[in-house]
């Protein structure tokens, strides 16, 4: 299942790979009492629990013209393989057509496509893209004492240098004409949002700038995944604050289809989310 907004002449869609069971959200949250789930309980869990999903995003023109952007590349093959091929195919993209792939930050779930494997050799699964990632991610988690706790680096990011197609990032960088990086750091080292610009409208891909709806209100909270929580709140702060007074379209990951696309109002550490 596909949702999508146009930003100018760019066309951002969420392409969902994979979702997974829903978790127990004290212990996503473990710093957030139960009790404070209460006015969010109806539109930001299910049924009581946390039920995110495994989203890639695809950056394309209206008319189809120019250069094609996947924005992280979900879960991928696995035990229960995710769809994102197959929705690439559905929107019309062959992998081939694709000319970068931008990591957000390579957790296991933004990640999985990147490579494909012959046996034991890998390959870029979108051949003809550079993957963009940040040069502080690439540092922290090819360290041979990160990289050896996760498995996801060895498997979909460290072969990137070897098959020619990896392209570190540092600060912000364009990746096709109104499409830019933009640090965000705080989920992890070098974790950066992507801002799509065009014809005076902008939105951005957040990443994993939050896993919750509730948190773009509750901007305080941090889920367990995040590396460096004071870093992650001001991080999480900066970009809202920027697509609150901007307009900005904003495009989620982790919140629910159908909703995860929307425009935030508000200032501060407060901000409201409103699906658009
Ligand atoms: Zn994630």
């Given at each position: 299942m596909a949702t999508s907004a146009t930003i100018g002449n760019l066309q951002v869609t969420a392409l969902v790979d994979l979702?997974?069971?829903?978790?127990?959200?004290?212990?996503?949250?473990?710093?957030?009492?139960?009790?404070?789930?209460?006015?969010?309980?109806?539109?930001?869990?299910?049924?009581?629990?946390?039920?995110?999903q495994f989203c890639a995003f695809l950056i394309k023109a209206v008319n189809g013209d120019g250069p094609i952007v996947l924005v992280d590349t979900a879960m991928g093959p696995?035990?229960?393989?995710?769809?994102?091929?197959?929705?690439?195919?559905?929107s019309g993209v062959d992998p081939d057509d694709i000319s970068a792939v931008v990591t957000t930050h390579p957790h296991g779930d933004h990640v999985g496509w990147n490579v494909s494997y012959d046996g034991d050799s890998p390959r870029a699964t979108f051949p003809n893209a550079r993957y963009m990632l940040a040069r502080a991610d690439w540092d922290y988690w090819t360290s041979d004492e990160i990289a050896a706790n996760v498995p996801a680096i060895g498997k979909s990011v460290q072969p990137?240098?070897?098959?020619?197609?990896?392209?570190?990032?540092?600060?912000?960088?364009?990746v096709a004409p109104g499409v830019k990086t933009l640090p965000a750091n705080g989920h992890t080292p070098g974790h950066q949002v992507v801002v799509v610009e065009s014809n005076g409208e902008t939105g951005v891909i957040v990443g994993d700038l939050f896993h919750n709806v509730a948190q773009v209100t509750e901007t305080e909270?941090?889920?367990?995944?995040?590396?460096?929580?004071?870093?992650?709140?001001?991080?999480?702060?900066?970009?809202?604050g920027r697509a609150a007074s901007g307009g900005w379209t904003v495009f989620a990951g982790h919140l629910k289809i159908g909703a995860n696309i929307g425009k935030v109002s508000g200032s501060g550490d407060r901000f409201t989310w409103q699906s658009v």
């Open positions: 979702t997974p069971p829903p978790r127990d959200v004290s212990a996503i949250y473990p710093d957030v009492p139960a009790d404070d789930w209460g006015p969010y309980q109806d539109f930001a869990l299910e049924n009581g629990m946390w039920q995110t696995g035990e229960e393989p995710g769809k994102l091929l197959e929705e690439l195919a559905a990137l240098a070897g098959l020619g197609v990896l392209h570190l990032v540092d600060g912000e960088e364009e909270w941090c889920p367990m995944f995040d590396w460096n929580q004071d870093m992650a709140r001001a991080s999480r702060r900066d970009i809202l």
